[in-house]
């Protein structure tokens, strides 16, 4: 599985992005899909994650403002970003977990001024 994310950018404070997170082949065989952030100076984080029923994680710090959802027909999964802060920037990387095996996109780069 190959995955390409995009949609990163330099937003201000209380806007909003779309990452997406495209897959090269159907994501109906991926068990779980998830996004990490990776801040400066720090270690990569989960901050959502969706199984392939369809049930939703987040971590504490963006409950509410994150949204994580999956279009099956488009091979795509994605994550709505709301009400941005400036410890949001970050590198967003998209996951994808099919039993033991774990394959990784590039990362897209999130900025927030304040």
């Known amino acids: 599985v190959q995955l390409q994310a995009s949609g990163g950018g330099l937003v201000q404070a209380g806007g909003s992005l779309r990452l997406s997170c495209a897959a090269s082949g159907t994501i109906l065989s991926i068990d779980i899909m998830g996004w990490y952030r990776q801040a400066p100076g720090k270690e990569r984080e989960l901050v959502a994650a969706?199984?392939?029923?369809?049930?939703?994680d987040y971590a504490d710090s963006v409950k509410g403002r994150f949204t994580i959802s999956r279009d099956n027909g488009k091979n795509t999964f994605y994550l709505q970003i709301d009400s941005l802060k400036p410890e949001d920037t970050g590198n967003y990387y998209c996951n994808a977990s099919i039993g033991p095996w774990a394959y990784w996109g590039q990362g897209t780069l999130v900025t927030v001024s304040s």
């Open positions: 969706i199984t392939s029923e369809g049930s939703t």
